[in-house]
C-alpha cells in the first residue's frame, strides 16, 4: 500500500472534522476525495500530507507509520488550491525552489527543471513571473514544483478550482495523461462529483466527518451505500414510499415489499436511465405528462409530471427524444424499470432490483 489510514480521527476542540476513517491507496492510483464542504476531505488530506496531526488512529506512507513525521521527511509533493507559487521568482527559480532546499547539485537541478518543463509543456515561460501567465499554466507550475523532487505521493488540494470551466477542463485530462504517463500515487480534493468521476480510479465520499463510501467511479454511481451518495452523486430520483398491502407506494408508484409491515416508511432511488417512456398511453402502467425538458448537449434532462403531482426525471438522447416525437405538454406512460432501497445512514438495505417484465397498465401488483 502507498497509503493507509487506520481508524484516522481529528478534533479541533469539540469538533469531530473527520471520525474513524480507514481506507487505503494502492501504488499507482489516483484517488478522489470527494464530498461537500466540510466534509472532513481536506483535513484528510492535510493529515496525509504532514499538516494537520490525527487526534486518534494511524497513518502509514509504504508501510511507515508517519503520525509524528514532519512534513519534510514524508517524501510528499502538495499543491495548494490558490497554487502559493512564489510571486517574486520566476518559473525555472518556482519549479526549482524544492531542489534547492534540499541542497541538489546546480546541474541536476537545471536538468530536472528541463524535464519537467518539457513534460508540462511550459517551454519559453522559464523567465516569467507568475503574474504573466493565464491560471492553467500557474496550475501546471505548481504540480510541475510538487513533482520536481520526485515524491513518492503526490497531493492535490481543490487543483482546479481556481480556473474557469473551459480550462478546468482541459487541466483534467492533462492529469489523466500525466498521471498514466508518470504513474506516481495521487490524492486529490474536490467537491465536484464530475470531476471525481471522470479523473479518478477510485472515489472516497466524505460527509460530516465520515467516511460514507469508498469505491470506482461506476461503483458509487450505480451502488450507493446509502441515500446520501445517491443524493451526492449524480442525479437520484428519492421518493418516500409507505408500505400497503405488499407494496411500497409513492404517489401512484408501486413497489414490492413482500413480507414489509404495512405503515413502513421507505425510500425508493432511481436513476433518470432507469424511466422508460413511450408515447403509446397502454404501453406502460403509468401516465404522465412531460413537463420540462432540459437541453444539456447531447443528452436531454426531462421532468415528467404524474396525475398525483409526482415529479419524475428521466434521461435520454437528443436522438430517442426526436424519433418519440416528445414536447412539452406530451401525454407519455413510463415505468420504472429498476431501483433501489435506500438506507438513510450507514448501509444499503438491497441491492438494484429490476422491475420486469414490464407491467401492464393499472396493474400495480405485476410491477
Do not use: C
Request: net charge neutral; aromatic share 8%.
Amino acid at each position: 500500500m502507498s497509503i493507509s489510514l487506520v481508524n484516522v480521527s481529528k478534533r479541533f476542540g469539540d469538533v469531530n472534522a473527520v471520525s474513524g476513517v480507514n481506507f487505503s491507496v494502492q501504488d499507482g492510483e489516483l484517488v478522489a476525495l470527494l464530498g461537500p464542504s466540510g466534509g472532513g476531505k481536506t483535513t484528510v488530506l492535510r493529515m496525509i500530507a504532514g499538516l494537520e496531526m490525527p487526534t486518534d488512529g494511524d497513518i502509514l506512507i509504504r508501510g511507515q507509520r508517519v503520525n509524528n513525521l514532519p512534513v519534510q521527511q514524508r517524501n510528499i509533493g502538495f499543491v495548494f488550491q490558490n497554487y502559493a507559487l512564489f510571486k517574486t521568482m520566476s518559473v525555472f527559480d518556482n519549479i526549482a525552489f524544492g531542489l534547492k532546499i534540499k541542497k541538489w547539485k546546480r546541474a541536476d537541478i537545471d536538468a530536472r527543471v528541463t524535464e519537467l518543463v518539457d513534460l508540462f509543456d511550459l517551454r519559453g515561460l522559464e523567465k516569467r513571473f507568475p503574474h504573466q501567465l493565464s491560471g492553467g499554466q500557474r496550475q501546471r507550475i505548481a504540480i510541475a514544483r510538487a513533482l520536481a523532487p520526485k515524491p513518492g505521493v503526490l497531493l492535490l488540494d481543490e487543483p482546479f478550482g481556481a480556473v474557469d470551466a473551459k480550462i478546468r477542463q482541459e487541466l483534467r485530462e492533462w492529469l489523466v495523461r500525466l498521471h498514466h504517463d508518470l504513474n506516481v500515487t495521487t490524492v486529490f480534493v474536490t467537491h465536484d462529483q464530475e470531476e471525481a468521476m471522470e479523473v479518478s480510479n477510485r472515489i472516497v465520499i466524505f460527509s460530516r466527518g465520515r467516511l460514507e463510501q469508498i469505491g470506482t467511479p461506476r461503483e458509487v454511481y450505480e451502488q450507493p451505500a446509502n441515500e446520501f451518495v445517491a443524493r451526492f452523486i449524480g442525479v437520484m430520483n428519492v421518493l418516500e414510499a409507505t408500505v400497503q398491502q405488499g407494496q411500497a407506494r409513492a404517489g401512484e408508484l408501486a413497489f414490492p415489499a413482500h413480507g414489509v409491515a404495512d405503515g413502513t416508511q421507505m425510500r425508493i432511488g432511481f436513476r433518470p436511465y432507469a424511466v422508460a417512456v413511450s408515447i403509446d398511453l397502454t404501453q406502460y402502467a403509468y401516465q404522465a405528462t412531460l413537463r420540462h425538458t432540459y437541453f444539456l448537449g447531447i443528452l436531454l434532462r426531462v421532468e415528467f409530471e404524474l396525475p398525483s403531482g409526482l415529479i419524475v426525471r428521466g434521461r435520454m438522447t437528443k436522438e430517442e427524444y426526436a424519433s418519440l416525437g416528445l414536447e412539452d405538454g406530451r401525454e407519455v406512460s413510463l415505468q420504472i424499470k429498476n431501483y433501489r432501497i435506500l438506507a438513510r445512514d450507514d448501509a444499503a438495505l438491497g441491492t438494484e432490483v429490476p422491475l420486469t417484465p414490464p407491467p401492464r397498465p393499472h396493474i400495480a401488483e405485476n410491477i
